[in-house]
């Protein structure tokens, strides 16, 4: 009966996990960063790690003007950021959210495009985007509100994305 069980002699040992494990060879050339995308405004100078960051910077840091308003009346609220837009619609109450092409004052992608593109400069593409700017506010009638054709102050940063229209339409009420 002995004879049928193993002895613990003969039992081999389990391997330890610590013999098995082999270092990973090492790569002979070192790892190299990927190239890093440069703002296409010569008097920028920032880089970017992807072509979003790049997308989100050309919009939100000044390059060129609000693409989006609220459709609304009397509301003259403007930013380029559909989470700020949402956050408007919410806070103010204004109504529904619109569909794209009833809050779109320019099609944002086809500018960026031609930017990326190299079809035309940062300057070329914000020129572009200031006449499609005027061209919608002659339409809906608000030359006077958006005279201001950036729809937010270039030289503050803090309104990055957004526009505070709220002390304007105490104009328009009063002009009622």
């Known amino acids: ?47 970017f790690a992807g072509p979003q960051q790049l997308k989100r910077h050309l919009f939100l840091l000044r390059h060129l003007p609000c693409c989006t308003y609220c459709p609304y009346w009397p509301c003259t609220w403007r930013g380029n950021h559909l989470k700020f837009f949402l956050n408007h619609l919410i806070r103010w109450e204004c109504g529904p959210y619109p569909e794209r092409k009833q809050r779109e004052i320019y099609d944002q992608d ?46 503050r940063q803090e309104t990055v994305g957004r526009t505070y229209p709220y002390w304007n339409m105490m104009d328009i009420f009063l002009r009622m």
């Open 110 to 155: 086809t500018i960026l495009e031609g930017i990326l593109s190299g079809r035309y400069t940062v300057e070329e593409a914000t020129r572009q985007a200031l006449a499609l700017v005027s061209e919608k506010a002659r339409v809906l009638g608000l030359e006077e509100e958006w005279k201001d054709l950036w729809g937010r102050s270039r030289n």
């Open 1 to 47: 009966m002995d004879s049928d069980l193993y002895s613990i002699a003969e039992i081999p040992p389990l391997p330890s996990p610590l013999e098995d494990h082999q270092p990973e060879p090492q790569s002979p050339l070192p790892s190299t960063p990927r190239p890093r995308l440069h703002c296409p405004d010569p008097a920028c100078g920032n880089t």
